[in-house]
């Protein structure tokens, strides 16, 4: 594990680098497992080197923070990069979302305070209703 971490000191400039030139600010763990896989030969890298402990390193070195969100029935992690809006970063929790209520309000000028609470919302399927009419 020493060897990783020493690896991950050495590769840090090349890391930085590459997080800081992407256009995306907000990852979730799939993507930066992807990301890895894609560059661990590159940044000479353990090609075994678990991607919890290149998110820990991460985190820890201050450049990547984790949001964590509990829902009633699942948690979801978002790693960020540099600077992010929480707007941003509540749509990425669902895909195809959109902002909703309060939060929509403010981004089209329509009122100047700052929504306290962000609310999102992801069209579903129509569903069939039944016919309750008593025949």
């Known amino acids: 594990?020493?060897?990783?971490?020493?690896?991950?000191?050495?590769?840090?400039?090349?890391?930085?680098?590459?997080?800081?030139?992407?256009?995306?600010?907000?990852y979730t763990r799939?993507?930066?497992?992807?990301?890895l896989a894609a560059n661990k030969e590159t940044w000479r890298l353990n090609k075994k080197m678990p991607v919890k402990t290149f998110i820990e390193h991460l985190v820890g070195s201050g450049k990547m923070t984790a949001a964590e969100f509990k829902f009633p029935t699942q948690k979801k992690v978002r790693y960020l990069w540099g600077d992010t809006s929480p707007f941003e970063l509540a749509q990425s929790l669902k895909p195809n979302a959109y902002l909703t209520h309060r939060s929509a309000m403010y981004l089209h000028g329509l009122t100047e305070?700052?929504?306290?609470?962000?609310?999102?919302?992801?069209?579903?399927?129509?569903?069939?209703?039944?016919?309750?009419?008593?025949?």
């Open 30 to 35: 799939s993507a930066i497992e992807e990301i």
């Open 113 to 135: 305070e700052f929504p306290e609470t962000i609310y999102i919302n992801q069209e579903q399927a129509l569903r069939h209703q039944r016919n309750n009419e008593l025949l």
């Open 1 to 26: 594990m020493d060897s990783d971490l020493r690896k991950l000191e050495e590769a840090a400039p090349h890391i930085t680098e590459l997080f800081d030139a992407a256009s995306a600010s907000i």
